[in-house]
C-alpha cells in the first residue's frame, strides 16, 4: 500500500461505521457499475424462486447445513 492510500485509509477508519459503508458502496460501484437489466433479472430469479417454494416444488434447508457442505474440512 503506497503512503497515499494509507493515509486515505487512516482517514477513513475514523469515520462512523455507517460512512464507511457508504464510503464502500461508492467505492465497489465505482469498480463495478451496477447494470440494470442484470438487477432486474436477479429479482425475477428470486420471485420465480420464491413461488416454486410457495408452490411446494422443493423444500427449504437449514442455513447451517447449507454452510457445513461448504466449509472446508
Excluded at 486515505?8 to 455507517?18: H, I, Q, T, Y
Excluded at 420471485?47 to 454452510?67: D, T, V
Aim: avoid cysteine; proline fraction near 7%; hydrophobic fraction near 35%.
Amino acid at each position: 500500500m503506497n503512503a497515499k492510500t494509507k493515509a486515505l485509509s487512516e482517514e477513513a477508519r475514523r469515520l462512523s461505521p455507517e460512512e464507511r459503508i457508504e464510503l464502500i458502496e461508492d467505492l465497489q460501484g465505482s469498480l463495478d457499475p451496477i447494470d440494470p437489466e442484470i438487477d432486474r433479472l436477479w429479482v425475477e430469479e428470486a420471485r420465480n424462486r420464491l413461488a416454486a417454494y410457495l408452490r411446494g416444488e422443493f423444500k427449504a434447508r437449514p442455513f447451517e447445513e447449507i454452510l457445513r457442505k461448504y466449509q472446508r474440512p
